[in-house]
């Protein structure tokens, strides 16, 4: 029996695993981001209004100096005792700095112009790598003061904040995808189960079950699993049973009417020598009693055929077989060689003779019975493969009938039934069967049919047992 696959586990797992941490992920980014443009835009805004206050207490302070000693000088001097700023002051152009780090150059055109209106302002800029909120204000004496306010402490302090949040995400990635792997194996556990069962089932072990683990879906699910494989279980039972009755009573049947048959074909036989002495209206009654206990003697072995293949006591004898050569001696041998053409020759395989004489001569029997005037076996290799092609021109067969050409005693119609038994073509397809082959049938109505025999020839073909399936 061909192994199906089973459902793969570790892909759904899989899935289930990433969803999990890319959920658990998403979130802790969207919260992190979130945080962080909320703390940095707080903290920018502290920078901010401490800056604007500390610009204010320095506007007091060139107040209260404005008639003092030094001029501009020194209030540029106090502004530097005070740290934690640089100063830039204009007056009627002329420049004091504080300190060389920063000039009149740095400061933004923008808040230039804020302070030549007379408003206080502010404007960030970077002066070589380094980050600044310059606030600025009209101051007495015509003077124009600017202040740096160095922010780079603050721009570590978001960049420390930014790195501790991506890495408190990927950590928590980690952790969500480890969770997940253990909640995807816990959860998809019963799944396994249900799909080693399965196949299990397919495979022909009716018995398996699975275990019912408390009372949710899983449980449930387990209990109708449990619940359908007790069902099949004896339903195929007792299909197994009816099969055997009927392949008991087939067997018992035929085995039965060998006796009686046996006596009624040698009383048949000597009717049939006496034909001759006997009157003419009893010769008719005679040659068809002799018909029907020869049709009957066919019909006993076919059945005794068909129990061995249920038993599965048929078996192959492989040899070389000259195919051409077997089948003009199949047709020499019945009398169909006037009858039927045959096409090809130079093939050999490796196959049990008897068999494959059995199915040319069913196949070719059927033809001649159910054909037309011309019937042709054509001998061809494709592949690695015989082919054996039997072909008439018969009136064809109905679409809906060849699907069921090959199941015992089945006839298309009437037009078709003829004196068979109707198990000649389902004693064809199991010779094939066991030879390693296949017949397929394609038919056209009011153009006849085509029966073809595929049969490989890569290998010598064991001796073994078939059943019929």
Not at 240 to 269: I, K, M, N
């Amino acid at each position: 029996m061909r192994r199906r696959q089973g459902i793969a586990a570790g892909g759904l797992r899989r899935r289930l695993t990433i969803t999990f941490a890319l959920a658990v992920g998403l979130s802790a980014a969207a919260l992190g981001a979130g945080s962080y443009f909320v703390v940095r835009h707080n903290l920018l805004a502290d920078s901010v209004d401490s800056s604007v206050l500390q610009t204010r207490r320095n506007l007091d302070v060139a107040r209260e100096l404005q008639n003092a000693e030094g001029g501009t000088v020194g209030l540029v001097k106090a502004y530097q005792s005070r740290g934690g700023f640089e100063t830039v002051a204009v007056r009627h152009d002329e420049v004091f700095l504080s300190s060389g780090q920063v000039g009149l150059h740095e400061v933004p055109n923008g808040l230039i112009a804020i302070v030549r209106r007379g408003e206080l302002g502010y404007q960030r800029t970077n002066v070589a790598g380094t980050h600044y909120l310059v606030t600025g204000a009209p101051a007495p004496n015509d003077r124009e003061l600017y202040f740096f306010f160095s922010e780079d402490g603050l721009r570590h302090e978001l960049s420390v904040l930014r790195n501790i949040l991506l890495a408190g995400v990927g950590i928590l990635v980690l952790l969500a995808a480890l969770a997940g792997i253990v909640l995807a194996r816990s959860t998809l556990r019963p799944v396994g189960r249900a799909s080693a069962a399965a196949q299990s089932l397919a495979e022909g072990l009716l018995e398996t079950r699975l275990p019912v683990e408390g009372q949710d879906e899983f449980g449930a699910w387990a209990q109708s699993f449990n619940e359908m494989a007790a069902a099949l279980e004896a339903k195929i039972a007792a299909l197994s049973a009816a099969q055997a009755r009927e392949r008991r009573f087939t067997s018992d049947v035929a085995h039965e009417l060998r006796t009686p048959l046996t006596a009624l074909v040698g009383e048949a036989s000597l009717l049939g020598e006496h034909l001759d002495r006997m009157p003419a209206e009893s010769r008719r009654p005679a040659e068809l009693l002799i018909a029907d206990v020869g049709r009957l003697r066919r019909l006993v072995e076919e059945l005794m055929e068909i129990s061995r293949f249920d038993a599965g006591a048929e078996s192959v004898q492989a040899e070389e077989v000259d195919v051409a050569a077997l089948v003009a001696a199949t047709l020499r041998a019945r009398g169909w060689d006037g009858r039927v053409r045959l096409d090809g020759d130079g093939l050999t395989l490796t196959s049990d003779p008897r068999r494959l004489e059995r199915i040319v001569a069913n196949l070719v029997g059927n033809a001649l019975e159910h054909g037309a005037n011309e019937v042709s076996v054509r001998l061809a290799s494709d592949d690695g493969s015989t082919i054996v092609e039997v072909a008439d021109d018969g009136p064809g067969i109905a679409p809906e009938h060849l699907p069921h050409l090959f199941e015992r005693f089945y006839k298309a119609d009437a037009a078709r039934s003829g004196g068979g038994t109707g198990l000649g073509l389902a004693i064809a397809q199991e010779n094939a069967r066991l030879l390693g082959g296949e017949i397929h049938v394609t038919s056209e109505l009011g153009a006849g049919s085509r029966f073809t025999l595929w049969l490989p020839v890569a290998k010598p073909l064991p001796a073994r047992d078939v059943g019929v399936s």
